[in-house]
């Protein structure tokens, strides 16, 4: 902080607030980036897919099966038969609800027939399976 002095020989401070204006501008940008950047579940190393599928533009239900076979459904840890009963309330508010199943390539075969099992139990006829799509 410098100080200068007027025509009247009063001193003043000068204080330049661009380097602050800057840092927030920046802050900003950076909690924009962190709040818009998130996606439903969880990140899981998915399997690579055959061809390329495209989902509705209905409200999808993501759930996901970790790599150690535990359920989240739109990333909210869930047992099965919490997973049943969430999906029945949302069932009753959207009857042609689209759902992903998004398993980790690790996981064991089992938890993932067990979310689909879910899925034919209360009539859901819109299921994907997430994979990645294949380079080339």
Not at 1 to 6: I, L, T, V, W
Not at 31 to 52: C, D, H, R, W, Y
Not at 58 to 71: L, N, R
């Amino acid at each position: 902080m410098s100080m200068k002095a007027d025509s009247e020989g009063k001193a003043y401070d000068d204080i330049n607030v661009t380097p602050m204006v800057d840092l927030y501008l920046v802050l900003l940008l950076i909690f924009i980036i962190m709040t818009t950047a998130g996606l439903q579940g969880l990140k899981v190393n998915l399997p690579k897919e055959s061809a390329a599928q495209s989902l509705a533009k209905k409200k999808i239900q993501a759930i996901t099966v970790s790599d150690d076979g535990k359920i989240f459904l739109n990333t909210v840890p869930v047992t099965l038969d919490e997973l049943t009963q969430r999906l029945t309330q949302q069932k009753a508010q959207t009857p042609d609800m689209p759902v992903v199943i998004r398993g980790d390539s690790k996981t064991e075969y089992k938890g993932v027939m067990d979310v689909l099992n879910v899925c034919t139990q209360l009539g859901i006829t819109e299921v994907n399976l997430a994979t990645k799509p294949l380079k080339g």
